[in-house]
Antibody
Framework: QVQLQESGPRLVKPSETLSLTCTVS????????WSWIRQRPGKGLEWIGY???????EYNPSLKSRVSISVDTSKKQVSLKVTSVTAADTAVYYC??????????WGQGTLVSVSS | EIVLTQSPDLQSVTPGEKVTITCRAS??????LHWYQQKPGQSPKLLIK???QTFSGVPSRFSGSGSGTDFTLTINSLETEDAATYYC?????????FGPGTKVDLK
């Protein structure tokens, strides 16, 4: 059974760093890209970026200066860090497998709120 | 950045009716256009990939067409479980982008 599970703090203070982990089970982490996508409350979807299992990355320019995505193949985990967060970073964060440049399997998502 | 626009924003439909949603890209994206369905509280689910290929397990009432800048998602004979928001998504150029969504609800 394919499962992607996002985990991490649900509340982050302004100016701090948001850190999330996606644990992959039921399929190989190798030979795929792994994406992070977010959805602000009541809004549409925003592609944050992705990482290949080798570690190479591509980011959305709108977030590139603050975002880092990494992969640990031994733990079957993909990580997301967003620095200097503001209220505008409050969103549901999804990880997804990217196969052929499209996200075919998604995690359930985790809501992260930025507030003091 | 490639901008995707969808129409309509909202469509109220009676079960059994046909639904047509359009997505227009700000520049040509060949067939690198995909459609997702999202229900409240759930993650998006892939319906159609590369404009017209139905994803595994998706009911045959869902179909897609188009290339270049104009694309269509069709739901033949809507069922109550199809009430959701539908998003188009392009993977032709970075950054990948999504349309604003079309909400389909039941009359």
């Amino acid at each position: 059974q394919v499962q992607l599970q996002e985990s991490g703090p649900r509340l982050v203070k302004p100016s701090e760093t948001l850190s999330l982990t996606c644990t992959v089970s039921g399929l190989s982490i190798n030979y795929y890209y792994w994406s992070w996508i977010r959805q602000r409350p009541g809004k549409g979807l925003e592609w944050i970026g992705y990482v290949y299992y080798t570690g190479s990355t591509e980011y959305n320019p709108s977030l590139k200066s603050r975002v880092s995505i990494s992969v640990d193949t031994s733990k079957k985990q993909v990580s997301l860090k967003v620095t200097s967060v503001t209220a505008a970073d409050t969103a549901v964060y999804y990880c997804a497998r990217d196969h052929g440049n499209l996200a075919d399997f998604w995690g359930q998502g985790t809501l992260v709120s930025v507030s003091s | 950045e490639i901008v995707l626009t969808q129409s309509p924003d909202l469509q109220s439909v009676t079960p059994g009716e046909k639904v047509t949603i359009t997505c227009r890209a700000s520049q040509s994206i060949d067939t690198r256009l995909h459609w997702y369905q999202q229900k409240p509280g759930q993650s998006p689910k892939l319906l159609i990939k590369y404009a017209s290929q139905t994803f595994s397990g998706v009911p045959s009432r869902f179909s897609g067409s188009g290339s270049g800048t104009d694309f269509t998602l069709t739901i033949n004979s809507l069922e109550t479980e199809d009430a959701a928001t539908y998003y188009c998504h392009q993977s032709s150029r970075f950054p990948f982008t999504f349309g604003p969504g079309t909400k389909v609800d039941l009359k």
